[in-house]
């Protein structure tokens, strides 16, 4: 009788250190969604400078 409770027990075991790892790795994944969008963000803004110094460098070239 000792055994199948051990076994049932070290089953249990096993589905909690799966579910708790798997509550990290969405946590995480999330973490990474919101990192990867704020670069996004960051990446358009810089583009959208770089675009705006490259007309004014422009305009300021046809004037001379």
């Not at 075991?13 to 509550?23: E, W």
């Not at 990192?35 to 007309?55: K, Y």
């Amino acid at each position: 009788m000792f055994w199948p409770m051990f076994a049932i027990a070290l089953g249990f075991l096993g589905l909690t250190v799966l579910g708790i790892l798997a509550v990290r790795v969405f946590v995480e994944a999330e973490r990474l969604g919101r990192q990867v969008t704020d670069s996004a963000r960051r990446i358009n803004r810089a583009a959208e400078d770089l675009e705006q110094a490259a007309v004014s460098t422009a305009r300021a070239a046809d004037a001379l």
